[in-house]
C-alpha cells in the first residue's frame, strides 16, 4: 500500500547522533525552511538506543563525542550509554527535533531527476509495512555505517552442540543472569574490553578468548580539567577548553603513532606494565601484529579491565577456535575451555547509507565509480551529503563539521539562486578504497559497499579533525563543485502535499 507523495526542503535519514545533530543545525540556519527525519527504528538514538550489553558506554570522552553546541555536563568523560541516550533526547526535545523524527520509516530507495531537481524518496513502514513517498530537494544520509538488524559471528563449527546460550552483544537478552557463571567473550575489540569487567561485576567468571590481541589502554574515566574550568568558567567556555584539550591529546597520540610506531607499541607497553600483575605474558595477550592506531585503541576507563585482571576475575587465552562443544570450546592448540554462557564479541556487518539504493537518472549507483568528495559527498550525485565519522576520534567531531559545511552550502546555493550542487572528480584524479588507513575485518569484509577516495585533496580521506575543521568550516565552497540554476521545474503532481 502506498500514499501521497509529500514535499520536504531537506530529508534527513537517521535519528542518532549524525540525524539529530544535522537537525539542530538545519532547525537553526534556517527555521523557514521544511525538513523531516526518517528514522528506521522505534525510537531516536542510533547506536545508543540499540546497544543494551552490559557495561555499554562511550569509547571515547564525551567533551569531543558530545555536540559543540550542546556541552556535556556529566560527571564522567567515559559516559554509561544511557547517560548518552539522555543527552541525545534531551537535545532533540530541547529542539523540536523530535516534532521532526517520523519513526519506522526505512529508506529503501531515492532516485533522483535532474529534469524536476529533485529526490524521490521511498521508505518503508516497519510497523505497518506500508510504502510512503517523499520528494525532497536535498538528501542528507546521517544513518552510520553499519548494520542495526544483524551483528557479525563468523561461522563456527559445532555451535548447535552447546548447551547454554550463544549471544552477540548487538542482540543481548534482557534479564540475563551471569551471577556465579562461566562466561567466555570471544573477540578482543572495544566491546569485548567493556563486557568483560562489567560481567564480572556482575558476579561472573570472565575469560576473553581472542585470536589476536588488540592495543588497551587505561584512560581516566573523569576530566579533571573539564571539572575544574567549570568553577570558573561559564559551562559552553568550559567546555570548549576541555573539548580542545582533548582534541590536541587525540591528534598527538594518533599522530605520534603514525610516525613513531615502535616508540608508541613501547610506551603503550610500559602503561600496561603499571597495570599488569608482575610477570604478566604482555607478548602474547597484550602485543597485536599491527601499528597502533592501524585500529582503535580500546579504552580502559580507570583501568577495569586490568583491574579484574590483577583480582583474578578475569582471565585472557590467546587461541583460535576449534569447535564449540557441549561444554563450551575446544581450541586449535588443543586446550579446552567450559563455559556456561558463551557471547560472541566478533564484531560489526557495515552497511552504507543504510542499504539505500542510490540511483541517479535511471543509473544505480555503483560505489566503485564515484568519489567521496571531502569524505561527506559523492561525485556525480547531487544535492547529496552524508556522514561517516573518524575512526581515529570521536564520530561527532566529523558530524558537526559536515553539518556546518551544509549550511554553508545551502546558504551558498540560496543566496546565488542555484537549485544543484555537484561535486565533479576530474578525470586525472587516482582512486583508492575509502578507509586504506584503517583495515580491521569489519572494514575489509565490506570494503565494496563503501565509495572510493582520490589521491589529492579534496577527494583524499584525512581521518584528521584539525585540517577537516579548516577546510569544512573555513574552506571554499566551490572549488570541485558545479552549481546550476534550473532550467524548468515540473509542477507538483496532482494530489500531492506540500509540508
Known amino acids: 500500500m502506498t ?10 535519514v537517521g535519528a542518532g547522533l549524525s540525524g539529530i545533530g544535522a537537525a ?16 528506521s527504528r522505534a525510537a531516536l538514538g542510533g547506536t545508543w538506543d540499540l546497544f543494551r550489553y552490559p557495561g555499554i558506554r562511550s569509547d571515547s570522552d564525551m567533551y569531543t563525542l558530545g555536540y559543540r553546541f550542546r556541552p556535556w555536563l556529566g560527571e564522567k568523560a567515559i559516559a554509561d550509554g544511557h547517560t548518552i541516550l539522555d543527552y541525545l533526547r534531551d537535545t532533540a526535545r530541547e529542539n523540536g527535533i523530535d516534532e521532526r523524527i517520523r519513526y519506522n520509516h526505512r529508506v529503501v530507495r531515492a532516485e533522483w531527476s535532474s529534469s524536476d531537481n529533485r529526490w524521490t524518496v521511498r521508505a518503508e513502514r516497519t510497523d505497518t509495512g506500508e510504502v510512503v513517498t517523499l520528494t525532497t530537494d536535498f538528501l542528507w544520509c546521517c544513518s552510520g555505517y553499519y548494520r542495526y538488524d544483524e551483528g ?7 555451535t548447535e552442540r552447546f548447551a547454554g546460550p550463544i549471544i552477540h552483544p548487538q542482540h543481548w537478552p534482557d534479564e540475563l543472569d551471569v551471577a556465579g557463571k562461566h562466561v567466555v567473550i570471544v573477540g578482543s575489540g572495544a566491546t569485548a574490553v567493556t563486557l568483560g569487567p562489567a560481567l564480572t561485576a556482575q558476579g561472573a567468571h570472565v575469560t576473553m578468548l581472542q585470536r ?8 581516566p574515566e573523569r576530566d579533571d580539567l573539564a571539572h575544574r574550568a567549570r568553577k570558573w568558567l561559564p559551562a559552553k567556555a568550559a567546555y570548549a577548553v576541555a573539548r580542545a584539550k582533548n582534541v590536541a591529546i587525540a591528534t598527538a597520540v594518533y599522530q605520534l603513532s603514525q610516525r613513531y610506531p615502535e616508540r608508541m607499541r613501547a610506551r603503550i607497553r610500559g602503561w600496561q606494565q603499571r597495570w599488569l600483575p608482575p610477570g604478566y605474558d604482555i607478548d602474547t595477550h597484550f602485543t597485536p601484529k599491527y601499528n597502533p592506531w592501524d585500529q582503535r585503541l580500546c579504552l580502559a576507563p580507570n583501568g577495569d579491565f586490568f583491574r579484574a585482571i590483577r583480582k583474578g576475575e578475569l582471565d585472557i587465552v590467546t587461541d583460535r577456535i576449534e569447535t564449540f562443544t557441549e561444554r563450551g570450546l575446544a581450541l586449535a592448540s588443543g586446550g579446552r575451555l567450559d563455559a556456561d554462557i558463551i557471547i560472541t564479541a566478533t564484531g560489526l556487518n557495515l552497511l552504507a547509507f543504510g542499504g539505500m539504493e542510490l540511483v541517479v537518472d535511471g543509473k544505480p549507483v555503483d560505489m566503485a565509480d564515484h568519489l567521496a568528495y571531502k569524505a561527506m559527498m ?7 551529503a552524508f556522514v561517516i565519522g573518524y575512526t581515529n576520534a570521536s564520530w561527532t ?19 546565488h539562486g542555484y537549485t544543484r550542487c555537484m561535486p565533479v572528480r576530474d578525470p586525472s584524479v587516482g582512486k583508492a578504497p575509502l578507509f586504506t588507513n584503517f583495515m580491521p575485518g569489519y572494514v575489509l569484509r565490506a570494503a565494496s559497499m563503501f565509495p572510493m577516495q582520490g589521491d589529492r585533496a579534496p577527494w583524499a580521506l584525512h581521518m584528521n579533525y584539525v585540517r577537516d575543521l579548516i577546510t569544512l568550516r573555513h574552506g571554499t ?13 515540473e509542477p507538483v503532481a496532482a494530489g500531492a502535499r506540500r509540508a
Not at 557479525?152 to 559445532?158: C, E, K, Q, W
Not at 589476536?212 to 584512560?219: E, G, L
Not at 559523492?378 to 547529496?384: I, K, R, Y
Open 477 to 489: 565552497i566551490t572549488g570541485a563543485m558545479r552549481f546550476e540554476r534550473a532550467v524548468r521545474r
Open 3 to 12: 500514499t501521497e507523495t509529500e514535499h520536504v526542503d531537506v530529508i534527513v
Open 397 to 415: 567531531l566529523k558530524a558537526d563539521l559536515v553539518s556546518e559545511y551544509v549550511v554553508r552550502l545551502l546558504r551558498h546555493m540560496d543566496a
Open 212 to 219: 589476536s590481541p588488540s592495543y588497551i589502554i587505561s584512560a
Open 378 to 384: 559523492l561525485s556525480g550525485v547531487p544535492n547529496f
Open 24 to 39: 539542530y543545525h538545519l532547525r537553526q540556519a534556517f527555521p523557514g525552511r521544511s525538513f523531516a527525519v526518517l528514522e
Open 152 to 158: 557479525y559471528t563468523p561461522d563456527f563449527a559445532g
